[in-house]
């Protein structure tokens, strides 16, 4: 079957839904999703959204503490461009019905949290993210321009470089035309032809065994995009959260910074506090010295965590601004107001992603990329805190201006739909060894967090590498051979995904904001500080990198 629309969007989180809103008073959107429509990194995002909203709080002190904390690679125009922008598409979000905190019936409440010199985070309680996600849904509900496909996941993306073995992936005369998609309740392949083509599927957080990432976190777009020549940057910088509930069945649930934000303290076992000696701001330190001072201590001590002290608060104060952690926690036996919280670092955020400029533009023409997906240059080497939402929201408002103006440029979609073959399945047939891909994510997911974790080596990282290119051989030879599933293709996402990551780690010859290496402790301030920036512009499908692609790679 082949469906055509516009403009085709892969993600229904802030950035996917933002980007459907804004295209669709221009052309026909198609809007896909591998799950439920409002399933996504959003709706779980607690703490807020980061803007120059106070009196005392300007856009030049948001900028600087966003650049101290990605540690000497945020791009300036970026970050600036986007701080500047955010107040305005937040006022729009308010239009659009999203209720923020506010402290009487005019202001809103701010908080505060690591990194930022100023309160600035809005907020609603503590469920930022459904809020801003329900409000985006109603929206698009109601637009009838926008048709929605839920738990349809996108296979690869289409480019001119597979219809003309002329044009090489990512090279001269190749562009986004469309995408091959699975229907997840018939098996079917659909054929979406599109003008544009926006990946706004979240991050990868389950590329690690423990995150507070949902299960839909398997680096898609990314993984996508790279098979397609896309360039994807500064993947060894991924955000460990300090504090997730520590709870065998708690699935890393995450304790919001913002109530360190509040005065919340981080404690060892006996009592005493710690991050004093790490750093001058103390438990609203940057997440990456936090996470660090974490795992530090928790190694030292040989303990499993360490606690969360907010008992300094009035309880009811405690209920009503965190209403859902509080509940969440008491479900599994923590009384925050009067106990510390066991806590532990837990994957969090994917500040690397595929590569786009000011317009979430790729390096392929008619490709978008907006929100976690992405690299910006805003996060740098780590990522200020609430500023994702923010990016999201801006980038995709720039993406979708500018995916506007293609439409006229583009041929008809008749004409394309013409040219784009139907997906070929071969002599695939089903699958009688799913424990397969059972295994192989279990293995994927335990290398990564015992080898490509927190702390590093080149020890560490070689012994991964070597493991994920065996695993991606299997896999390779395990999409041949059986009918896709959801399953299998999240498998092959977060298998390259991990590669990504591990080949970035390798790139990066010093330790610098996520990024920390016991073989170079230090930053490397010898010249100017390099994006790691890895595209396969050779082939299209999943294979190991070639050795003489990554120059510094000594394995
Ligand atoms: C949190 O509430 O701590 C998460 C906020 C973020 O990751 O930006």
Not at 27 to 38: C, F, H, Q, Y
Not at 173 to 187: F, K, Q, R, S
Not at 360 to 379: K, M, V
Not at 440 to 450: P, Y
Request: net charge negative; aromatic share 8%; charged share 25%.
């Amino acid at each position: 079957m082949k469906i055509a629309r516009d403009f085709l969007v892969l993600g229904s989180g802030l950035a996917g839904l933002t980007f459907a809103l804004k295209v669709a008073k221009y052309g026909s959107v198609a809007l896909i999703t591998k799950d439920a429509l409002e399933e996504s990194a959003t709706r779980y995002a607690q703490g807020g959204i980061a803007s120059v909203m106070a009196e005392d709080d300007s856009v030049d002190l948001h900028v600087s503490d966003t650049i101290e904390a990605g540690r000497g690679l945020c791009q300036e125009d970026v970050v600036r461009c986007i701080i500047r922008e955010g107040p305005a598409q937040i006022r729009e979000l308010i239009q659009l019905g999203a209720q923020f905190t506010r402290t009487g019936s005019k202001d809103f409440h701010l908080t505060r949290e690591g990194g930022h010199s100023k309160r600035r985070i809005l907020h609603a309680d503590d469920l930022t993210g459904w809020e801003i996600e329900r409000t985006l849904i109603a929206a698009v509900r109601n637009q009838p321009n926008i048709d929605i496909y839920t738990f349809h996941m996108g296979i690869d993306i289409i480019t001119r470089s597979n219809l003309d073995p002329k044009i090489s992936p990512g090279g001269p005369g190749d562009e986004a035309v469309g995408l091959y998609v699975l229907d997840e309740a018939t098996g079917e392949v659909i054929t979406f032809v599109g003008k544009v083509v926006l990946l706004a599927t979240g991050g990868a957080g389950k590329v690690y065994l423990y995150t507070s990432n949902p299960d839909t976190a398997t680096g898609d777009g990314v993984a996508l995009a790279y098979r397609s020549g896309a360039k994807i940057a500064n993947m060894e910088f991924f955000q460990f959260h300090p504090t997730c509930l520590y709870h065998p069945q708690a699935k890393s649930f995450l304790i919001s910074e913002a109530m360190r934000g509040e005065g919340g303290l981080l404690r060892l076992k006996n009592g005493d506090t710690f991050m004093e000696n790490y750093h001058p701001l103390g438990c609203l330190a940057p997440r990456d010295v936090v996470a660090r001072a974490i795992d530090h201590e928790m190694k030292k001590s040989g303990d499993d965590c360490v606690y969360l002290d907010v008992t300094h608060m009035e309880g009811y104060r405690i209920r009503e601004r965190f209403p859902n952690i509080y509940k969440t926690c008491q479900s599994f036996g923590f009384d925050m107001t009067q106990q510390p919280l066991p806590v532990v670092p837990a994957a969090h955020y994917m500040c690397g992603g595929v590569m786009v400029d000011l317009n979430g533009q790729t390096n392929i023409p008619r490709l978008f990329a907006s929100g976690e997906t992405c690299y910006s240059g805003l996060h740098g080497a780590n990522r200020l805190a609430s500023n994702s939402l923010l990016e999201g929201l801006v980038l995709s408002h720039r993406a979708a201006a500018k995916a506007i103006g293609l439409l006229q440029l583009t041929p008809g979609l008749s004409a394309l739909q013409e040219i784009i073959p139907e997906w070929d399945s071969g002599s695939a047939v089903e699958s009688d060894e799913s424990v397969v891909v059972s295994h192989n994510w279990d293995e994927i997911r335990r290398l990564m967090w015992n080898y490509v974790g927190i702390v590093r080596s080149n020890k560490r990282l070689y012994r991964a590498r070597r493991r994920i290119a065996m695993l991606l051989e299997e896999i390779k030879e395990y999409y041949w051979s059986f009918n896709l599933t959801k399953d299998t293709l999240e498998l092959r996402n977060i298998a390259i995904t991990a590669q990504l990551i591990i080949h970035g780690a390798l790139e990066r010859q010093e330790s610098r904001g996520l990024h920390f290496t016991l073989d170079f402790p230090d930053p490397d301030n010898k010249g100017p500080v390099k994006n790691t920036v890895l595209q396969d512009d050779t082939q299209r499908l999943i294979t190991s990198k070639p050795a003489e692609q990554f120059k510094n790679d000594r394995a």
